[in-house]
């Protein structure tokens, strides 16, 4: 009686087996083609059961990761016969319960072998460093004028070695195991992958997803293991499409490393087999389409409440120039000799001539590149030169004029008349 056994169903009349493999019957060629045996090299017997009433396939073994080969060759037969009677309907489908405890034994024997490894190496490494220690020692004291025995030295040396080389040969012979080990835990990865798909009925775009979370291709050779880099793909996928609450997207990775033991990867292949199995899809683009155009929502919804807030800018001083106006013209206005107050109002341009108190300074324009010679300076009304006359007059009589203190209210009076005169010119 087989351990392990898988049962396909169809929607289609059961088939002969003769007709699923007629390139392997043999002597059996005119048999009923309800059952066939199948034998791995050097490996177990696989059974494939054709039912005559029901429209089931069953295939049963002593090894659970044997069974992913022909399970794989019998859904793709099926498949190749009703499409070249062209039935465009067929379709195969897994009723059952998945088979997680025999993939987790897989699982746990592969990780097992993985500790025994670095258990190994760590003993190997210490093993090393004693025998070099002690080959220190030995050579010390065969150096010494005054030889001092050698206080069994010799012998711990020996079998120091003797532990080097059995050692070595566990390492190697575990090497061997792992691979083995890795083998059949990438056949049990396929199989389980496949019954998935026909348990839920995958799209190929999801199964190529599903394939790259629980990859089936083993490779213990670097420094990060199967185990650990499956938890962190299929934590990735409950996280993202997966997920059934913001609290399940807020869970943070756990660091990469060799975990200590299997139970946290085998809850999460738990949880991922249950999620498929309630209806969710592994649709990793559609996800991130719509949290792009949920981003995209706010973005417009925060965009259209800044339009609707009312602007604070202060009103800028509206720009009372005119064409008609002369670039650096001031106007009316007195402007100081020096000031840039003028500059500030309005820059001075190269092909406009700068004004002074609303006037042209009559400057000589350009012949030939050069500059012309400039005109004398007339002062209109000469009221410049009169200003720096009256300037002069008092300043002289301030120096004739007794200290303020002695003198009355009258000479005080005339002198701000004076100075009022002046200013006021």
């Given at each position: 009686?087989?351990?392990?056994?898988v049962?396909?169903?169809?929607?289609?009349?059961?088939?002969?087996?003769?007709?699923?493999?007629?390139?392997?019957?043999?002597?059996?060629?005119?048999?009923?083609?309800?059952?066939?045996?199948?034998?791995?090299?050097?490996?177990?017997?696989?059974?494939?059961?054709?039912?005559?009433?029901?429209?089931?396939?069953?295939?049963?073994?002593?090894?659970?990761?044997?069974?992913?080969?022909?399970?794989?060759?019998?859904?793709?037969?099926?498949?190749?016969?009703f499409?070249?009677?062209?039935?465009?309907?067929?379709?195969?489908?897994y009723?059952?319960?998945?088979?997680?405890?025999?993939?987790?034994?897989?699982?746990?024997?592969?990780?097992?072998?993985?500790?025994?490894?670095?258990?190994?190496?760590?003993?190997?490494?210490?093993?090393?460093?004693?025998?070099?220690?002690?080959?220190?020692?030995?050579?010390?004291?065969?150096?010494?004028?005054?030889?001092?025995?050698?206080?069994?030295?010799?012998?711990?040396?020996?079998g120091?070695?003797?532990?080097?080389?059995?050692?070595?040969?566990?390492?190697?012979?575990?090497?061997e195991?792992?691979?083995?080990?890795?083998?059949?835990?990438?056949?049990?990865?396929?199989?389980?992958?496949?019954?998935?798909?026909?348990?839920?009925?995958?799209?190929?775009?999801?199964?190529?997803?599903?394939?790259?979370?629980?990859?089936?291709?083993?490779?213990?050779?670097?420094?990060?293991?199967?185990?650990?880099?499956?938890?962190?793909?299929?934590?990735?996928?409950?996280?993202?499409?997966?997920?059934?609450?913001?609290?399940?997207?807020?869970?943070?990775?756990s660091?990469?490393?060799?975990?200590?033991?299997?139970?946290?990867?085998?809850?999460?292949?738990?949880?991922?087999?249950?999620?498929?199995?309630?209806?969710?899809?592994?649709?990793?683009?559609?996800?991130?389409?719509?949290?792009?155009?949920?981003?995209?929502?706010?973005?417009?919804?925060?965009?259209?409440?800044?339009?609707?807030?009312?602007?604070?800018?202060v009103?800028?001083?509206?720009?009372?120039?005119t064409?008609?106006?002369?670039?650096?013209?001031?106007?009316?206005?007195?402007?100081?000799?020096?000031?840039?107050?003028?500059?500030?109002?309005?820059?001075?341009?190269?092909?406009?001539?700068?004004?002074?108190?609303?006037?042209?300074?009559?400057?000589?324009?350009?012949?030939?590149?050069k500059?012309?010679p400039?005109?004398?300076?007339?002062?209109?009304?000469?009221?410049?030169?009169?200003?720096?006359?009256?300037?002069?007059?008092?300043?002289?009589?301030?120096s004739?004029?007794?200290?303020?203190?002695?003198?009355?209210?009258?000479?005080?009076?005339?002198?701000?008349?004076?100075?009022?005169?002046?200013?006021?010119m």
């Amino acid at each position: 009686m087989a351990v392990h056994k898988v049962t396909i169903e169809t929607n289609k009349p059961p088939v002969s087996l003769n007709d699923i493999f007629p390139d392997l019957l043999g002597e059996n060629a005119g048999g009923p083609g309800s059952a066939l045996g199948f034998q791995h090299f050097g490996g177990p017997v696989v059974t494939v059961l054709a039912s005559k009433t029901s429209q089931r396939y069953r295939l049963q073994c002593d090894e659970f990761e044997s069974l992913w080969l022909m399970t794989n060759e019998v859904v793709s037969r099926l498949n190749q016969h009703f499409r070249s009677r062209r039935v465009s309907d067929f379709q195969c489908s897994y009723a059952g319960t998945l088979p997680l405890p025999e993939y987790f034994e897989v699982l746990d024997a592969h990780f097992e072998i993985r500790l025994t490894d670095t258990r190994y190496k760590e003993l190997l490494t210490q093993r090393a460093v004693q025998f070099r220690a002690i080959q220190r020692r030995l050579l010390t004291r065969f150096k010494d004028k005054t030889p001092s025995p050698l206080a069994n030295l010799d012998t711990i040396l020996e079998g120091t070695y003797r532990q080097l080389l059995a050692l070595s040969d566990a390492v190697d012979d575990n090497k061997e195991a792992q691979a083995k080990a890795a083998g059949h835990l990438g056949c049990a990865t396929r199989l389980l992958n496949l019954l998935i798909r026909l348990w839920t009925n995958m799209t190929d775009r999801e199964f190529r997803i599903l394939e790259s979370s629980l990859a089936p291709s083993v490779d213990d050779n670097g420094e990060l293991g199967w185990e650990e880099s499956i938890d962190s793909a299929i934590t990735h996928l409950l996280r993202t499409c997966l997920a059934k609450n913001a609290k399940d997207q807020t869970v943070n990775p756990s660091p990469l490393g060799i975990p200590k033991d299997t139970t946290k990867v085998k809850k999460h292949i738990a949880l991922l087999c249950d999620r498929l199995g309630k209806g969710a899809k592994l649709a990793m683009d559609d996800s991130s389409e719509t949290d792009t155009g949920l981003v995209s929502e706010e973005t417009e919804k925060e965009a259209n409440k800044k339009k609707r807030k009312p602007s604070k800018s202060v009103d800028k001083e509206p720009n009372t120039a005119t064409t008609d106006e002369t670039p650096g013209d001031l106007g009316d206005a007195d402007v100081p000799i020096g000031s840039k107050f003028g500059e500030k109002k309005s820059p001075r341009r190269d092909d406009a001539p700068p004004t002074l108190n609303g006037h042209s300074n009559n400057l000589p324009s350009l012949r030939g590149g050069k500059l012309a010679p400039l005109a004398p300076l007339t002062l209109q009304n000469n009221k410049l030169g009169t200003g720096l006359n009256d300037l002069k007059k008092k300043k002289n009589l301030e120096s004739m004029v007794p200290d303020l203190d002695d003198m009355g209210s009258e000479p005080s009076s005339m002198v701000n008349g004076e100075d009022d005169a002046v200013f006021s010119m």
